[in-house]
């Protein structure tokens, strides 16, 4: 085991080095003066000497290698720049709003978890039957539609029409209903057609037709002897989710002014602020490449015909 973490973490690496350096090519890349990019309006009082003098001390002069090897340099020492918007360390900035996400991701993920996996087993072990087809329907429209006009539609009739929670911000639990009800059902619906597809293929092996003909009731045929061993894709498709959940789920929390991570992404694109952005980012690939570790140890728990060597 401990020789496959160590491997999957060396495997990280190109990864990592590929993350960063399309980050570092996205201050590169944008148009315009980098120095006024970086310092915001705080920029708008210097002059042209002053701003050529900057951009030696921050290095701006520099071939672009020399760049991305201080850039990476201050990554590895937890530097990740200061906001042009409010001065503030972006590392300060993003731990400010992480907490938020992560409740929000966790909240979520419960709902789609529980939604998707039941309506999923239920659907396949009716297979062919109108729950089925009302099941497959409803995953559809599910991955169809929107997230923000899910979003918009859940406030419309249970904040503004019924009055019973409330439409945006953070706070109480009531706060969090509506949002994580919104990215719970989108991730549900993705859930839902994963299970479905895995449990029918297990129901048909030949264990499970033993598992039956020995008089076991059905309730264990499935979620024992049906269930577990479908697990693997369906932990799989639900670590996707978390990973997107974590990374900032930006519709959602744009839509009710929820303060997390993918807020803060959305206000610092727009502000132009990037040493934010590129924080931003960086936060949301560690977080996808964690999400990804942590699935793939799990399956020697779920399944322990999986080994690692």
């Not at 701006?60 to 937890?78: A, H, I, R």
């Not at 994580?180 to 297990?202: C, K, L």
């Not at 059905?218 to 997107?244: C, D, F, S």
Request: net charge positive.
């Amino acid at each position: 085991m401990l020789r496959y973490v160590v491997g999957r973490l060396v495997g990280t690496v190109p990864v990592l080095f590929g993350v960063t350096l399309l980050v570092f090519a996205m201050t590169v890349l944008t148009p315009g003066d980098r120095v006024v990019a970086l310092l915001g309006d705080a920029a708008q009082g210097l002059g042209q000497a002053a701003r050529e003098e900057l951009r030696q001390e921050l290095g701006l002069d520099q071939p672009l290698p020399l760049q991305y090897v201080q850039y990476v340099s201050g990554l590895v020492q937890g530097d990740l720049g200061r906001s042009a918007r409010s001065r503030r360390p972006v590392v300060a900035e993003i731990r400010d709003r992480l907490p938020a996400t992560v409740e929000l991701a966790l909240a979520g993920l419960a709902i789609a978890v529980a939604l998707g996996v039941s309506l999923g087993v239920l659907a396949a072990v009716r297979r062919g039957s109108v729950f089925d087809s009302l099941a497959v329907a409803v995953a559809l429209v599910g991955v169809s539609v929107p997230v923000f006009w899910m979003g918009f539609l859940l406030m419309i009739v249970f904040a503004l029409e019924l009055g019973w929670l409330p439409a945006s911000g953070r706070g109480t639990w009531r706060h969090l209903v509506l949002p994580a009800v919104t990215v719970g059902v989108a991730s549900a619906a993705f859930i839902a057609r994963i299970t479905r597809g895995a449990v029918i293929e297990t129901l048909g092996q030949d264990y499970v037709r033993t598992a039956r003909s020995k008089g076991l009731a059905e309730r264990r045929v499935v979620l024992r002897h049906a269930l577990r061993p479908a697990m693997l894709p369906i932990v799989t498709v639900v670590g996707l989710q978390l990973g997107g959940l974590l990374g900032g789920a930006v519709l959602t929390e744009t839509v009710f002014a929820w303060p997390g991570v993918g807020r803060l992404l959305v206000d610092a694109i727009v502000a132009r602020d990037l040493p934010l952005v590129q924080g931003c980012v960086l936060v949301i690939a560690l977080l996808f490449i964690g999400v990804n570790l942590v699935v793939d140890l799990s399956y020697a728990a779920i399944n322990p015909k999986v080994r690692y060597g």
